[in-house]
């Protein structure tokens, strides 16, 4: 490809308003254009690295024995309705209606599409497994699009849909994709961590996340080196030290003006955290009731919301208002379960506070708590469980000694696996008659890769200060061929190396560009900020001393290659190259 051909002008100067490094240069290396918030054009590079990413995952899917489809964007929102996802996702998820009146949805993910698929072509076992996929363009309304391809609204996707008789059939599918997904991103020259996750909004059984590690990652994960444990926030858990052998004390009210926090509150009562209950109110929809959420946990100890949601299956939880607290009979700052309104509040305890007797809780009163309040005896709850944070030092779950603590690091998710089982074919009849006559519902998984997201994760891992260096796998091309064509001399054997190399079936980008529209340095500059793995410079300078400069763009090395050596030199690198990353892998 030559480069006057390309509509692309990179930028010198620093992006504004704009907030990781990768998006910075995939924009000034004339990658990517927004062309709204969370809405990018993929030029021309962008549009054959992500093509490169999607033939890497065709390939391993199609290895597992996926079947490639292309589903519609646009969904009849019935179906929708059906699952219940309609009323319980967010703005995220675009409603219209078309000219009919009829209700919409802009597809965010495809199960309800492949269940209803599935209700329509499966009828008996002897059809099953199957397994589909697709790269298909996905639309989610974010309330906070951030860094460049790492978090948008349109977004292109490989999601696969397996299609099974029974749970024992998921896994072995289930297993396929986590070997596949460590192979394609160890093809991509993407390093990640698989680990344990929150199965959310998709329903099911067992999630894994991909996790990319790195500062800009909006995601914290929690791992123990020693025993190789690794969750996610939204559902790691700790090892805790249950207390026992504690003689519950008379309850006794006590007057602490000014102490709306726990830490003002020990201080007061020259007292610890661990000694008192924290309560988080929020407010959300349980069993088709709005309830107000009252929450205990110790109060060195912090409320983990996906855990809590999960627990009383809820829908979102909503911070509860001063009005709503005070409606149950509660005071802000000053909160207990002792006393409340039952009917309008259900009661989350977290499972250390049981054990945990003469806790210091508020009183429902104002400058006024509680000391030596006990559960079972002062109040109760209507569900009792793990709602706490994990958090940096804690006891990892599976510790054996003392020093397998955990510690966080952040992330970003580049795929994720799901055992959804049956809450989609329940929902929409797709059912098949098993080897006794009997209708069963088809048991799913789902799965699925963000294609721009994972080069937007590339771009991150993989540059200097000069510009991008993406691998060879997924880089747009192969070789940038710098012609500084300074005579007719340097434009012969410019063009001829350029035919010669094509015709190797080396994937070279031809700088071909006129010296008034881009001189030399301006050339360099460019090759080092799209970044491809290897740089040909041509020019009048290297004729004479007897070929062409050949470097590679992570080597600050230079070497002078004859001119009817350039083509099996630079086959041979590639080769390396190759090598090198499967071996990285």
Known sequence: MRFSSLLLSTRKETVSQVSIKSQELLIRAGFIRQLSAGIFSSLHLAHRSLNKIGTILREEMNEIGGVEVSLPIVHP????????RYHEIDESLVRFADRAGREMV??????EVVASLAKSEVSTYRQLPKLIYQLQTKFRDEARSRGGLIRVREFVMKDSYSLDTSWEALQQQYDAH????FRMFARAG????AIQSDVGMMGGKIAHEYMYITEMGEDTIYLCDSTGYRANKEVATIQKDYPSGVDPLALEEV???GTKTI???????????????????FSAEVAEEQKVILAVVRGDMEVNEVKLQ????AKILQPATDEQIRGIGAVPGYASPIGIDREKTIVVVDDLIPPSMNLIVGANKEHYHLRNACYGRDYEADFVGDIINAFDGALAPNAQVDEDRLRSVRGVEVGNIFQLGTKYTEALEARFIDKDGRPKPIV???????????????AEEYHDEFGLQLPISVAPYQVMLVGLLENDEVKEQAERLYEQLKAHKVEVLFDDRHIKLARPGEKFADADLIGLPIRLTISKRSLKNGGVELKLRTSTEKQLVPLEEVCDRVLGLIGELISELEIKG
């Open 77 to 84: 929102a019935s179906i929708w309705k059906q699952t219940n």
């Open 106 to 111: 802009l597809g965010m993910t495809h199960e």
């Open 178 to 181: 986590y070997e596949a997904y």
């Open 190 to 193: 993407l390093p990640v961590m």
């Open 255 to 257: 007057h602490t003006p």
């Open 263 to 281: 830490e003002d509150l020990a201080n007061f009562l020259d007292s610890t955290a661990q000694s008192c209950g924290k309560v988080v109110f």
């Open 310 to 313: 999960n627990l009383i299956k």
């Open 444 to 458: 799913m998984g789902s799965y699925g890769i963000g294609v721009g997201r994972l080069l937007g994760c590339l």
